[in-house]
């Protein structure tokens, strides 16, 4: 089975620990974070590496978590991520420097490299001989991970061709490694199961302004070069309609998973989005399967269904729900059998700036398993109240 979903694997700011920088503009072009709210300048004008197109910058989020059953092993697993109980960590510090390409008539050349510490990068390392040897001791629950480090190239070939060569996020499921862009602080089951980053090349083509096309060759989910002749696919296809705000989204991953034995893994995700004012509504389908997981050879499906609502109520609030089935066809990702899963999550969006986002939650879970999944193999359900906080430089 895929690796790097468990465990292998600018300023100080004190609120909930978050230390950040941000190299993000305002639609008239002044920089916002952290760093440029203190000075007026943003981390790559500091630098002058904006003189040669290139931005640097960053972010960190740090929360706590309660869980009412306050279970003994201080886990609130099978949540990911946040998943230890009174506990306050660090998620993510995530250094970034980049160079997007333009994309216009001629050709242009790109990349983007990111540094990323903290109790996230157990699930976000790739197998192989890249990120998960890093640190020789483990430091408890932290670790180093480098999810990103590829170069762009745009083509001016009809539309425009842009390739990405070497190691990214990959582009199957709806939420997403770093914090930023997440509404909610805790992940979906979904997302656990699902692949995080790939190797190789992926290449995009904008078909009109409607139909965008991915395909891509790469070394397997989560994997660096473990089984560097186990190759698979990755293909997608966007639709967006911006005069009704909807948009469709079909993408795929299938290819074996090691070199020397029957091990095709298949996932798919497809994401359904509508936007109504300040109300936006994503459906999500899920599903995976793969060959001979087991040493027994056994094989293996999981799938499921997940539904957000968010409002947008002022620019600084908004507030959401997120509720998730998730089956656990074979017993196979979680470690309590055969199971269905159900999660139903509330939160709150607080951005008080640009450059800061505050998002405290309440999330129960339930489960119908061969064994009790939670508090140590105790109890079907839990209750999770968590908070935190991403700060961007």
């Not at 965008?212 to 639709?239: E, Q, Y």
């Not at 017993?331 to 998002?359: D, E, H, I």
């Amino acid at each position: 089975m895929f690796a790097a979903k468990k465990p292998s694997h600018r300023y100080l700011l004190s609120v909930c620990g978050v230390l950040l920088f941000n190299t993000v503009a305002n639609a008239d072009g002044t920089p916002t974070g952290l760093i440029a709210e203190l000075s007026g300048k943003d981390a790559a004008t500091w630098t002058h590496l904006n003189d040669y197109g290139i931005n640097i910058g960053g972010w960190a989020t740090s929360g706590i978590n309660y869980n009412t059953d306050n279970p003994t092993d201080r886990s609130n697993g099978p949540m990911s991520m946040t998943d230890r109980n009174s506990e306050f960590n660090l998620y993510q510090l995530d250094l970034f420097i980049e160079k997007a390409v333009t994309k216009g008539e001629n050709w242009d050349v790109g990349g983007r490299f990111d540094f990323m510490f903290g109790t996230d990068t157990r699930y976000s390392q790739a197998t192989g001989h890249w990120d998960t040897g890093l640190i020789s001791g483990k430091e408890r629950f932290y670790d180093i991970a480098l999810p990103q480090a590829y170069l762009e190239v745009f083509a001016p070939i009809g539309n425009g061709l842009t390739a990405k060569l070497g190691h990214f996020y990959t582009i199957i499921g709806y939420e997403s490694v770093p914090s930023g862009p997440n509404f909610f602080s805790s992940h979906s089951y979904s997302f656990k199961s699902s692949p995080f980053t790939t190797t190789g090349a992926l290449f995009n083509y904008a078909l009109n302004d409607q139909w965008s096309v991915n395909l891509g060759a790469v070394t397997g989910a989560d994997n660096f070069d473990r089984d560097i002749g186990a190759w698979s696919h990755m293909s997608g296809l966007t639709w967006t309609n911006a005069g009704t705000g909807t948009s469709l989204s079909f993408s795929v991953l299938q290819g074996d998973v090691y070199q020397h034995q029957p091990s095709e893994l298949v996932y798919y995700s497809a994401a359904f989005q509508q936007s109504l004012g300040k109300w936006q509504y994503v459906l999500q389908h899920d599903r995976g399967s793969q060959r001979h997981v087991t040493a027994e050879g056994q094989d293996a499906e999981w799938y499921s269904i997940v539904n957000y609502l968010t409002y947008q109520a002022t620019e600084h609030w908004g507030v959401g729900v997120r509720g998730e089935w998730f089956r656990d066809d074979d017993g196979v990702r979680y470690s309590a059998g055969a199971a269905n899963y159900y999660a139903l999550t509330a939160g709150v969006n607080w951005k008080p700036n640009s450059w800061l986002m505050v998002r405290p939650e309440v999330r129960y879970d339930r489960s119908k398993a061969q064994q009790a999944p939670f508090d140590g193999g105790t109890q079907n359900n839990q209750v999770v109240l968590g908070i935190d906080a991403v700060v961007q430089f």
